[in-house]
């Protein structure tokens, strides 16, 4: 049984090393972007909203001031705080802020209904006339900034300038990347793991994620994500024809619009010259919480598989890459099973043999150097890139610690996808909304139901 698990693990180890690199090469090789006129387009943010009473006033006011250009459709998804409030204080003194507002028992019923009621108001404001082509639709969180060339750097010869391409996503970055003290009543170990865990998700997703999004933009399965999407109002039109709705029912329905743009007959683009800043959460509870739901909504798209084979705008590799990471948490799952299996069993042999204890203690070196070389090490190539591309001024030994941190930042997978697992086993797909970092109160839930 030990050998067979050996394989197993082996297997795996490949098949990780291998995406690593596949996934490395195209991340190094890009190359700057041209940007190109805003004003070819109109563009409509849309923003949903709960409870986000903390945070909306400055997230309306730095998109306008941003984009003045830009309607902004903010959607109160029937928030107990100010939320309303805040906004329609806006509306009523800026034509270019919009409320709309849902209220129970139709509202909070996930956050694709929400973007499915902006745009049925979008299109009940628009002119029968209008030109839906050059219509872009962008999603931007709550507590999301987009830089002052987010516009430009979409609207591209490359981007939306091509016909071809339906939908965009823009690079994320965490807008606290640099807090000394994301709790300040707490102490320093406390502060010390939090800021740990908010300059990981910096490097996530500046690195690894960018990185995945550079090789699908070479399979055309680029993925859109729930903050900075672009999509246009022509090809949301398309994708309701055919599924009632842009927007479903998935936990992940970014990548689930991204999905349907594809088999609607267009081409998502990565574009990595501009980003949009978010929060990164400083606490493990509230990360595992996001995570764990990122991960259920990965298993509940596993159902557009027999579409994606079928479809004849995935060539074999775009098929392969969304195989590969629909089945992802499945690998996960195998991996996290082997290793425990591994673990009863050497257990299991000790006990019957405490001899066999001294034959683990003196290979204990090669397993070290085993899981240095093929574990942490390629973690370690992630951190010089991070260091490289987005934080020039940063030591070599700081660009080392955050590789080999990030290595055991991600083992947070083997609690999220058992989480998710567990969840769709059990059929939960309701979701409490995770509190910001700026709310010091809550009302109502902010925890995920598990």
Request: hydrophobic share 45%.
């Amino acid at each position: 049984m030990l050998s067979l698990l050996g394989s197993i693990s082996l297997v795996l180890t490949v098949m990780f090393l291998a995406y690593m690199t596949f996934i490395l090469i195209p991340y190094v090789r890009h190359r700057k972007e041209k940007p190109g006129d805003p004003a070819l387009f109109d563009w409509h943010i849309f923003v949903p909203c709960r409870d986000e009473a903390a945070v909306i006033a400055t997230t309306i006011a730095r998109q306008r001031e941003r984009f003045p250009q830009a309607h902004l459709w903010v959607i109160d998804d029937d928030s107990d705080d100010e939320t309303s409030a805040i906004i329609q204080a806006h509306a009523d003194v800026d034509p270019f802020v919009h409320l709309v507002q849902r209220r129970r028992p139709l509202a909070r019923t996930g956050k694709g209904d929400a973007l499915n009621s902006a745009y049925d108001a979008l299109n009940g404001w628009l002119p029968t006339d209008a030109d839906r082509d050059r219509i872009i639709v962008t999603v931007v969180d709550a507590d999301g900034e987009m830089a002052e060339n987010a516009l430009a750097a979409v609207a591209a010869d490359d981007c939306f300038g091509d016909p071809v391409v339906g939908a965009a996503q823009i690079t994320v970055w965490m807008k606290n990347r640099d807090d000394r003290t994301p709790y300040p009543e707490k102490g320093r170990l406390a502060n010390a793991f939090a800021r740990y865990l908010i300059r990981m998700q910096d490097v996530e997703f500046r690195t690894v994620i960018l990185a995945m999004q550079s090789l699908r933009s070479k399979t055309g399965t680029v993925g859109l994500g729930g903050n900075g999407q672009f999509t246009r109002l022509s090809v949301l039109d398309r994708i309701g024809e055919g599924y009632g709705a842009p927007w479903h029912g998935a936990l992940l329905e970014d990548y689930e619009l991204g999905l349907h743009v594809i088999l609607a007959g267009y081409e998502n683009s990565q574009v990595h010259d501009t980003y949009v800043a978010q929060e990164a959460l400083p606490s493990l509870r509230r990360l595992l919480a996001q995570r764990t739901r990122w991960s259920q909504g990965n298993i509940q798209c596993v159902k557009y598989i027999k579409d994606i084979v079928r479809s004849r705008h995935f060539d074999s590799s775009g098929v392969l890459e969304c195989l590969y990471y629909l089945f992802l948490p499945f690998l996960q799952m195998i991996g996290l099973i082997v290793i425990l299996l591994t673990l009863a069993f050497h257990g299991a042999g000790v006990i019957a043999d405490p001899a066999a204890l001294d034959g683990l203690v003196d290979n204990a070196w090669a397993f070290v150097l085993l899981g240095m070389l093929f574990g942490i090490g390629p973690f370690v190539i992630w951190g010089i890139l991070y260091k490289l591309r987005c934080e020039p001024g940063s030591s070599w030994l700081q660009a080392v610690s955050w590789g080999a941190g990030l290595f055991f930042f991600v083992q947070y997978i083997l609690v999220s996808v058992t989480r998710a697992m567990l969840r769709v086993v059990l059929g939960r797909n309701g979701w409490a909304k995770t509190r910001r970092n700026a709310e010091t109160h809550v009302v109502g839930p902010v925890a995920v139901d598990v």
